[in-house]
T-cell receptor
Framework: DAKTTQPNSMESNEEEPVHLPCNHSTISGTDYIHWYRQLPSQGPEYVIH???SNVNNRMASLAIAEDRKSSTLILHRATLRDAAVYYCILRDVKNSGGSNYKLTFGKGTLLTVNP | GAVVSQHPSRVICKSGTSVKIECRSLDFQATTMFWYRQFPKQSLMLMAT?????????EQGVEKDKFLINHASLTLSTLTVTSAHPEDSSFYICSASLAGEETQYFGPGTRLLVL
């Protein structure tokens, strides 16, 4: 799967929006963009995923650049519970089923939320 | 939402003993389960992928005879760390996915400490 680049850390204030960037310049046409987050001492949690169009769910929004070489995870109003490591992962959808559903985690972005 | 549990949540064992970790999908049938390991301040590393009723596929560098994986049913996978040593101390996390779905559902993790 193609590689992603994220800032090591970001800081935000409670109740303010947070924009977490991810660069994936080598993305292929069949790569889905996934975001997961991991709170301290817990397993990761699915946040959102998309292919080409922007996506919204109750947790966040995903804005995908027109050329798909970058994306941004948007938390509309950060809370203290959003403090976590956020992982941007590409998964090649043409390799479907079994072991090819695997996710390759990078280092992610450590988000700190200030009260 | 889909829930994945792990048991035990933490375990301490003596060097040379074997430890079994269970991963269960509580409200869905998981066609594929994944096992990850995470050392302190590092990202998740995939160890193996298992499909119900078939042998697990191990990632390069993971010893299949040391980390035994059994996926006997669509709701249960087990990871047995055989002859554990202090360097096996880590946070072990499982995840499960449904056929045709992009999302992986993660368990809360099992912290293993080998003395």
């Amino acid at each position: 799967d193609a590689k992603t680049t994220q800032p090591n850390s970001m800081e935000s204030n409670e109740e303010e929006p947070v924009h977490l960037p991810c660069n994936h310049s080598t993305i292929s046409g069949t790569d889905y963009i996934h975001w997961y987050r991991q709170l301290p001492s817990q397993g990761p949690e699915y946040v959102i995923h998309g292919l080409t169009s922007n996506v919204n769910n109750r947790m966040a929004s995903l804005a995908i650049a027109e050329d798909r070489k970058s994306s941004t995870l948007i938390l509309h109003r950060a809370t203290l519970r959003d403090a976590a490591v956020y992982y941007c992962i590409l998964r090649d959808v043409k390799n479907s089923g079994g072991s090819n559903y695997k996710l390759t985690f990078g280092k992610g972005t450590l988000l700190t939320v200030n009260p | 939402g889909a829930v994945v549990s792990q048991h035990p949540s933490r375990v301490i064992c003596k060097s040379g003993t074997s430890v079994k970790i269970e991963c269960r999908s509580l409200d869905f049938q998981a066609t594929t389960m994944f096992w990850y390991r995470q050392f302190p301040k590092q990202s998740l590393m995939l160890m193996a992928t298992s499909n119900e009723g078939s042998k697990a596929t191990y990632e390069q560098g993971v010893e299949k005879d040391k980390f035994l994986i059994n996926h006997a049913s669509l709701t249960l996978s087990t990871l047995t760390v055989t002859s554990a040593h202090p360097e096996d101390s880590s946070f072990y996390i499982c995840s499960a996915s449904l056929a045709g779905e992009e999302t992986q559902y993660f368990g809360p993790g099992t912290r293993l400490l080998v003395l």
